[in-house]
């Protein structure tokens, strides 16, 4: 066990008087973090750095910033307001991008590019696009002529050329004439063209759908057709009207979209296509450039998702070649560690081969060289190459499961098993290396540092301070620092004697010869850690200062813990997280400060549906739960992400039944808080509605509260406020005063199907 240390506050005399942190504060207030940035990049020439900053009086607004190392100094460059004084008017097409991005609630400017002679930034606003030119003697942000809305922007690698997807259609604009040109003509209707499928923005970490050759020469690019995915008709409830949207969603075991691999000229011409090999029922989950612009790499995966190939095509006669294949007997895990060397002669592979995370280096033969990282750990994923010093950069939590730290390790592999930390200081380091990596960015935190940015050299020395954001008399935080409460990290073991890490909030003014309620809230699925070191935690410091212990734990099938961890989950969910979650409630009502009649539980998507197999399992054991905009029954989410696990429906059907709470509900006898926005396109609100109808035809008590218009993140004005106070008052009310929970029936028998 380990704690963080709060020195900086207990050296501070508090004032009498300090001001308590509400929900509204937390929600509706501005940012608590202080003028942390985002979006962190580093000039092409490394004499800027540019960054996101939320303005001071809207936590959402964000607006364009550099800082300049030279002279030390930082200025606004673009304010967002200023382009879009009325607001932005936002096409379908990038709601639902920000949606699956998880920027939905943001405004202004969310993303932007650097040209690569470094004098302008490309970056989209309300679905135009602007350059802005650090070169010119008035700087000013310059509006282009796309001739619609324009998603997912990017300057050519020469700067020749600004390329956008407008009416599903691949587009550029020569930067010397000011001429656009659409590049395909097909688009439309089920057919898209230069953009990622719904499956791959939410579930592959690819937003993208079309990708540069380093020398401007061609632009290779996806092209789908969902012709054959099925049609969802959702109705998307709002205040004032009702929406009905035909949306096509690939659920578990339906048809996927039908994909292409393209390669266009950006002055035109017919697209020339690469075989993608016999088997249509595929993924393609990442295409990469070469460095000489004459080869570029595909990875595909078929839809068991055992199996991963990286294949090396001449963009020139498009003949092709596999380098290597991953296969495996659960499923693959995707990542973006493939860096092609300048060499030209090798390449780094990202792969769990070993049971953990690692880095290879392979030749373009496609034979190992030598593993560049090994042992019983694993790396986050590469930072940067650093090919001169022969050094590779990676985040890993090798020294303490909740941190993320920032180690050096050899090109050659001589430091395979023992890379050299870089960073200082426990909590969170999240790094942005120079594209030379002679310097990086590190945004650290930790529970009592609020975000801040400094410089440091490749060894981690300190250079200089980009955002200091010292816990001060300036902070936003600095009227609510002694509601701050120090977290405890600890351990518990599962049933198979794995480790299981938890952090706890004792209540304020804690008394350890009385007896607390709990709030114990989770995510519970995989590719998430959330007992993790850093700032922010904001509600869950909100609900200690109410008087409860504050409990979260990382189950089995979660992220960051190697293989062994995550394939419990295989072929059944709701199993061994159910059961780790439990054995975290019996280690609390062991302390003696907890009333282990009062533990409540919380979890809003993976975790909703967590908190009803939590209580259809175990109502015994828990007065009471809240779920958000939970999965209820598998065979109604996308296929990407629940075929992994549970491979398909005609193939799993006794694992699809037992994942469901439809095959517990007998044993639900706790309050049951349900909570969906009736707009939601990722967990469709057919997912409660469906749980609703079976409890009432079962006559089980429950409440719920729906939100109009809301997508899965509730982030329309005052949603995520009123949802938290939701929250707060179900476990004051039901939890706090709650008497012993009733013995549950027999639980059903798990082969009705639900």
Same mark, same amino acid.
Do not use: C
């Given at each position: 066990?380990?704690?963080?240390?709060?020195?900086?506050?207990?050296?501070?005399?508090?004032?009498?008087?300090?001001?308590?942190?509400? *929900?509204?504060?937390?929600?509706?207030?501005?940012?608590?973090?202080?003028?942390?940035?985002?979006?962190?990049?580093?000039?092409?020439?490394?004499?800027?750095?540019?960054?996101?900053?939320?303005?001071?009086?809207?936590?959402?607004?964000?607006?364009?910033?550099?800082?300049?190392?030279?002279?030390?100094?930082?200025?606004?460059?673009?304010?967002?307001? +200023?382009?879009?004084?009325?607001?932005?008017?936002?096409?379908?097409?990038?709601?639902?991008?920000?949606?699956?991005?998880?920027?939905?609630?943001?405004?202004?400017?969310?993303?932007?590019?650097?040209?690569?002679?470094?004098?302008?930034?490309?970056?989209?606003?309300?679905?135009?696009?602007?350059?802005?030119?650090?070169?010119?003697?008035?700087?000013?942000?310059?509006?282009?002529?796309?001739?619609?809305?324009? %998603?997912?922007?990017?300057?050519?690698?020469?700067?020749?050329?600004?390329?956008?997807?407008?009416?599903?259609?691949?587009?550029?604009?020569?930067?010397?004439?000011?001429?656009?040109?659409?590049?395909?003509?097909?688009?439309?209707?089920?057919?898209?063209?230069?953009?990622?499928?719904?499956?791959?923005?939410?579930?592959?970490?690819?937003?993208?759908?079309?990708?540069?050759?380093?020398?401007?020469?061609? *632009?290779?690019?996806?092209?789908?057709?969902?012709? @054959?995915?099925?049609? /969802?008709? &959702?109705?998307?409830?709002?205040?004032?009207?009702?929406?009905?949207?035909?949306?096509?969603?690939?659920?578990?075991?339906?048809?996927?979209?039908?994909?292409?691999?393209?390669?266009?000229?950006?002055?035109?011409?017919? !697209? &020339?296509?690469?075989?993608?090999?016999?088997?249509?029922?595929?993924?393609? $989950? &990442? /295409?990469?450039?070469?460095?000489?612009? @004459?080869?570029?790499?595909?990875?595909?995966?078929?839809?068991?998702?055992?199996?991963?190939?990286?294949?090396?095509?001449?963009? +020139?006669?498009?003949?092709?070649?596999?380098?290597?294949?991953?296969?495996?007997?659960?499923?693959?895990?995707?990542?973006?560690?493939?860096?092609?060397? @300048?060499?030209?002669?090798?390449?780094?592979?990202?792969?769990?081969?070993?049971?953990?995370?690692?880095?290879?280096?392979?030749?373009?033969?496609?034979?190992?060289?030598?593993?560049?990282?090994?042992?019983?750990?694993?790396?986050?994923?590469?930072?940067?190459?650093?090919?001169?010093?022969?050094?590779?950069?990676?985040?890993?939590?090798?020294?303490?499961?909740? =941190?993320?730290?920032?180690?050096?390790? +050899?090109?050659?592999?001589?430091?395979?098993?023992?890379? $050299?930390?870089?960073?200082?200081? =426990?909590?969170?380091?999240?790094?942005?290396?120079?594209?030379?990596?002679?310097?990086?960015?590190?945004?650290?935190?930790?529970?009592?540092?609020?975000?801040? $940015?400094?410089?440091?050299?490749?060894?981690?020395?300190?250079?200089?301070?980009?955002?200091?954001? @010292?816990?001060?008399?300036?902070?936003?935080?600095?009227?609510?620092?002694?509601?701050? %409460?120090?977290?405890?990290?600890?351990?518990?073991?599962?049933?198979?004697?794995?480790?299981?890490?938890?952090?706890?909030?004792?209540?304020?003014?804690?008394? #350890?010869?009385?007896?607390?309620?709990?709030?114990?809230?989770?995510?519970?699925?995989?590719?998430?850690?959330?007992?993790?070191?850093?700032?922010?935690?904001?509600?869950?410091?909100?609900?200690?200062?109410?008087?409860?212990?504050?409990?979260?734990?990382?189950?089995?099938?979660?992220?960051?813990?190697?293989?062994?961890?995550?394939? !419990? *989950?295989?072929?059944?969910?709701?199993?061994?997280?159910?059961?780790?979650?439990?054995?975290?409630?019996?280690?609390?009502?062991?302390?003696?400060?907890?009333?282990?009649?009062? %533990?409540?539980?919380?979890?809003?998507?993976?975790?909703?549906?967590?908190?009803?197999?939590?209580?259809?399992?175990?109502?015994?054991?828990?007065?009471?739960?809240?779920?958000?905009?939970?999965?209820?029954?598998?065979?109604?989410?996308?296929?990407?992400?629940?075929?992994?696990?549970?491979?398909?429906?005609?193939?799993?059907?006794?694992?699809?039944?037992?994942?469901?709470?439809?095959?517990?509900?007998?044993?639900?006898?706790? +309050?049951?808080?349900?909570?969906?926005?009736?707009?939601?396109?990722?967990?469709?609100?057919?997912?409660?509605?469906?749980?609703?109808?079976?409890?009432?035809?079962?006559?089980?008590?429950?409440?719920?509260?729906?939100?109009?218009?809301?997508?899965?993140?509730?982030?329309?004005?005052?949603?995520?406020?009123? /949802?938290?106070?939701?929250?707060?008052?179900?476990?004051?009310?039901? %939890?706090?005063?709650?008497?012993?929970?009733?013995? #549950?029936?027999?639980?059903?028998?798990?082969?009705?199907?639900?």
């Amino acid at each position: 066990m380990r704690a963080l240390l709060f020195a900086a506050l207990t050296m501070v005399t508090l004032p009498t008087m300090a001001e308590k942190l509400t *929900i509204e504060r937390i929600f509706d207030g501005g940012s608590l973090a202080g003028p942390a940035p985002r979006g962190l990049q580093i000039s092409p020439d490394g004499s800027r750095i540019t960054f996101l900053r939320a303005r001071p009086d809207d936590q959402f607004q964000l607006d364009l910033w550099e800082y300049r190392p030279k002279d030390n100094s930082t200025r606004m460059l673009v304010d967002s307001r +200023k382009l879009e004084p009325q607001g932005e008017q936002l096409s379908d097409a990038e709601k639902a991008r920000r949606e699956r991005a998880r920027t939905a609630g943001l405004r202004g400017i969310l993303s932007y590019q650097w040209s690569p002679d470094g004098k302008q930034l490309l970056f989209p606003i309300g679905g135009k696009l602007y350059l802005y030119d650090l070169a010119s003697a008035k700087p000013a942000p310059r509006a282009l002529d796309t001739g619609g809305d324009a %998603i997912d922007p990017k300057i050519s690698p020469k700067g020749r050329y600004v390329s956008y997807v407008r009416d599903q259609n691949l587009w550029v604009i020569d930067l010397d004439s000011g001429d656009a040109r659409q590049l395909t003509r097909d688009g439309g209707g089920n057919v898209h063209n230069g953009e990622a499928e719904f499956v791959a923005q939410e579930e592959m970490g690819r937003s993208s759908g079309y990708w540069w050759a380093p020398d401007d020469s061609a *632009i290779a690019f996806e092209r789908y057709d969902e012709s @054959k995915v099925p049609v /969802v008709k &959702r109705t998307e409830v709002y205040a004032d009207r009702t929406d009905v949207i035909e949306q096509r969603y690939p659920a578990a075991g339906d048809p996927n979209v039908a994909v292409k691999l393209g390669l266009v000229a950006p002055t035109g011409g017919a !697209p &020339r296509w690469v075989d993608l090999g016999k088997d249509a029922d595929i993924y393609l $989950v &990442r /295409v990469n450039w070469l460095t000489d612009g @004459k080869h570029l790499s595909y990875q595909r995966m078929p839809r068991s998702q055992q199996k991963l190939e990286l294949r090396l095509v001449d963009a +020139k006669s498009l003949a092709q070649r596999t380098l290597l294949t991953e296969t495996g007997t659960t499923w693959i895990n995707l990542n973006d560690d493939l860096r092609f060397l @300048k060499d030209g002669k090798s390449f780094l592979w990202g792969s769990e081969r070993s049971g953990f995370h690692h880095l290879y280096l392979y030749g373009l033969d496609g034979k190992l060289k030598h593993p560049v990282s090994q042992g019983d750990w694993q790396i986050d994923g590469v930072l940067a190459v650093d090919e001169h010093a022969g050094t590779v950069y990676v985040g890993s939590n090798r020294d303490f499961v909740p =941190d993320h730290q920032v180690y050096a390790l +050899k090109l050659d592999g001589s430091t395979a098993n023992a890379p $050299v930390r870089i960073s200082k200081g =426990d909590g969170s380091h999240l790094a942005e290396f120079a594209p030379n990596a002679a310097f990086y960015l590190d945004t650290y935190s930790s529970a009592d540092t609020p975000p801040q $940015v400094s410089v440091h050299k490749p060894d981690g020395t300190f250079l200089s301070w980009i955002e200091q954001n @010292k816990l001060d008399e300036k902070h936003p935080f600095w009227p609510y620092r002694a509601s701050l %409460i120090k977290p405890e990290f600890g351990t518990v073991k599962s049933a198979d004697g794995q480790t299981l890490y938890y952090r706890l909030y004792k209540p304020a003014g804690f008394d #350890p010869t009385r007896k607390y309620p709990v709030f114990d809230t989770y995510y519970g699925g995989p590719h998430a850690q959330l007992v993790a070191s850093g700032w922010g935690d904001y509600f869950n410091q909100y609900m200690a200062n109410q008087g409860y212990v504050v409990f979260t734990l990382d189950n089995r099938g979660m992220a960051r813990r190697g293989r062994k961890f995550e394939d !419990p *989950i295989y072929e059944q969910l709701g199993a061994v997280e159910v059961d780790d979650q439990l054995a975290g409630i019996d280690w609390l009502k062991t302390q003696p400060w907890v009333d282990g009649r009062r %533990i409540g539980v919380f979890g809003w998507s993976y975790g909703g549906y967590m908190t009803a197999m939590l209580l259809a399992k175990a109502s015994k054991d828990i007065a009471g739960g809240v779920a958000v905009a939970p999965v209820t029954d598998w065979r109604l989410y996308d296929t990407f992400y629940t075929e992994r696990y549970l491979g398909r429906p005609q193939d799993n059907e006794a694992g699809y039944t037992r994942s469901s709470p439809f095959a517990w509900l007998d044993g639900l006898t706790s +309050k049951l808080y349900l909570v969906h926005g009736m707009a939601d396109d990722n967990v469709l609100f057919v997912n409660s509605t469906k749980l609703m109808a079976e409890l009432q035809k079962r006559g089980t008590q429950f409440q719920f509260m729906a939100y109009p218009g809301a997508k899965h993140g509730l982030n329309l004005p005052g949603q995520r406020s009123h /949802v938290y106070h939701l929250i707060a008052n179900f476990f004051d009310r039901e %939890i706090k005063g709650a008497a012993a929970p009733a013995a #549950p029936k027999p639980a059903a028998a798990a082969s009705v199907a639900p």
